[in-house]
């Protein structure tokens, strides 16, 4: 399979790079740059040497469009639109890696982003969830790919919506990002000194991505949801860790509701969820495509605290863009994406 990434000297882009040069189906194409047009994505991205020694190229659709199967976006959100309808309107299969077609209901996405340029492809494009879309995202030829957050916050929410287990008004979602899921763009807020031996919340309240949990998990119940999501910024380079608070709606205890989990995901090769007593830590998943979920009951309270970890870059972003091609094609769903975390 022909692939190409416009976007590729981001961090989701050399991402994508790295995984995809070790893909045993796929060769690297067209990668495109504004700024790099060129470099040696090499260059750019030293780690990469001697694996791939690609030449970013601006942007040419024509000639991608000829020597393509099959594209990822992995620019911003706003700028992803201006390119994926003419990208579809080729007949290339897509994967946006933004947030601009993820959202089924366009007012919300306008309500949170800006004004959609593309508002008829949000009817065609598949959230790219493979636990909760598999058979959607086959059928696609354009994925929306989840945002990092919302990954890690929907997955560990899903088996207790589905099932009915928690009261849906009053979830507490409190998650925590390495400075990498802000890209690499710089901005003062995310420099060295900034960010090193410190720890802060952000868009407290109004982050986009409380817009995108909740569309998603409201599928998923089938009845509206309003919830509380609060992300901070951890002085490290990856992973995620969301810590999720909910009122149980009846007296289960801890090794019940793992049952639910347990079922729930049974099928799924990256979902690790840990037996009672053991809790998700980012370094167990940094570096791999899994999302490790763990929970306990607190009985005084009533509430079930659920606590998920992944690696922003890998399950939150490239790795599960790789999954999502791996199902388009028809492929093993774990190719290219075998490896464990480097834990230390
Ligand atoms: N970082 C993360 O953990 C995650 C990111 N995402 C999403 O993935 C997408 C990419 O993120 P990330 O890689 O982190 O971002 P970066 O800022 O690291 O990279 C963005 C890329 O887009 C290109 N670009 C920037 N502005 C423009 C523009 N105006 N027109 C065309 N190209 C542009 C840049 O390269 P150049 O200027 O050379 O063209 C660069 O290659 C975003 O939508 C982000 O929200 C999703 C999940 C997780
Ligand atoms: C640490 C940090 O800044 N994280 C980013 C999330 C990146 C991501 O997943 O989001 P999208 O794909 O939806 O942009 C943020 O809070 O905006």
């Known amino acids: 399979m022909k ?71 992995a620019l911003p959100h706003g700028v992803s639109m201006e390119v ?17 077609y993820r959202y089924n209901n366009l007012k919300t996405y306008e309500d949170w982003y800006k004004p959609h340029q593309s508002p008829s492809l949000l009817e065609k494009a598949v959230y790219g969830l493979p636990e909760l879309n598999r058979s959607k995202i ?11 957050y919302p ?18 008004d009053n979830i507490i979602i409190d998650a925590k990002s390495g400075t990498s899921g802000a890209g690499r763009k710089l901005s003062l807020g995310n420099h060295f000194c900034e960010v090193n031996n410190n720890f802060k919340a952000y868009k407290v309240a109004n982050h986009r991505h409380t817009s995108e949990i909740e569309e998603k998990l409201t599928l998923v ?7 509380s999501f609060t992300p901070h910024l951890l002085p490290i380079n990856r992973g995620i860790l969301a810590t999720i608070y909910a009122n149980l709606e ?11 989990y347990e079922d729930y995901y049974k099928k799924e090769a990256f979902i690790r969820v840990m037996e009672e007593g053991i809790l998700p830590e980012i370094k167990n998943v940094a570096g791999s495509n899994y999302c490790d979920i763990g ?42 994406l075998e490896d464990l975390s480097l834990y230390l």
């Open 138 to 148: 086959k059928a696609s030829g354009l994925v929306a790919n989840p945002g990092c």
């Open 295 to 336: 929970l306990k009951v607190d009985e005084r309270t009533g509430r079930i605290i659920v606590i998920s970890a992944i690696d922003n870059l890998i399950k939150g972003s490239a790795g599960q863009a790789i999954h999502n091609l791996n199902i388009m094609a028809g492929w093993d769903e774990s190719l290219g």
């Open 151 to 168: 990954t890690a916050s929907i997955l560990a929410l899903a088996p207790l919506v589905a099932n009915n287990l928690i009261n849906k």
């Open 3 to 73: 692939v190409s990434i416009i976007g590729s000297t981001g961090y989701t882009g050399m991402e994508l790079v790295r995984l995809l040069s070790k893909h045993p189906k796929v060769e690297l194409k067209i990668l495109t740059s504004r700024s790099f047009a060129g470099e040696d994505i090499s260059d750019i991205y030293p780690n990469l040497r001697g694996k791939v020694d690609t030449k970013c190229e601006k942007l040419d659709l024509n000639k991608l469009a000829a020597s393509s199967d099959f594209v990822y976006t």
């Open 250 to 260: 009846e007296n289960l205890d801890t090794a019940k509701i793992l049952e639910y």
């Open 221 to 227: 119940g089938g009845e509206d949801i309003t919830l």
């Open 84 to 100: 994926v309808p003419e990208l579809v309107d080729r007949g290339l299969k897509v994967i946006d890696l933004s947030g601009d």
